[in-house]
């Protein structure tokens, strides 16, 4: 029997002056994404948070499922109204949120794999979605996707078990998810608004990838690469020695630790 958010406890904890402060709660629905693209496009404002309690048609990057059911997670949706300088940080921002969010609610240190995978004890917790709608050179919202797994039984979907947790997890015990969501709105509006070096040096500080020997991906299935992953830029692009010394940036790809 799945438990629904006490949303009257999440208002207790969120300290944000406009993220989160417009709430579209859904009990179901196919996926926030898809939702928040519609609201976007009807011109809801910035900060509107869409939040599922289950996504039917829940989806990661690079079009993989999300495993999302009821009552259990946190599926939600940010909409932004960024500049381009802003949507350019979101990729950095928006993991960063969440591992603060994480280290503030239990006592785990959690790691950021290149680029915005949030992993405990080298499994993945939780995953960003960032989709965005442009005009010529302008951004005109941006949908930044959280998947958070909170309570999830990793076990009961063989699938992910062996690459995902959960903070149930990982803690020991169940985990209130009004806390956890709370941090991460409190979070990201306070990264969002502040400096954005600040922010990339916190994000590259919990990188796990760095130094690390790495195959990289690229979407489309347009090869591979494979080096040191030696550093990040400010712009959050991974910097990669191959072999043969040469230096390769990777501003987007899929990023397998080795
Ligand atoms: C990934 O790591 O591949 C990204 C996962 C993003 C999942 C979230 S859950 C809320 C939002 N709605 C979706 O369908 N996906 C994102």
Redesign the pocket.
Known sequence: MATWLNLAALEEQLKTRWLGRRLLYYTSLG???DVARQEAEQGAPQGTVVLAEE?TA????LG?P?V?PAGSNL???LILRPSMRQLRSLGIIAPLAIALALEEVTDLSPRIKWPN?VLVSQRKVA???IDSGLAGEEARYALV???INVNLDVQAHPDIAATATSLRAEVGHSVAREAVLAACLNRFEALYRGPAQAAFQQWRARLETLGRAVRVTFAGGTGAEEGIAEDVATDGSLILRRANGSRLRVVAGEVTLR
């Open positions: 996926s926030t994404q996504q829940g989806r990661g990057r993989r999300w999302s599926y939600l949706t995978d995953g960003v979605l996707g959280l998947g």
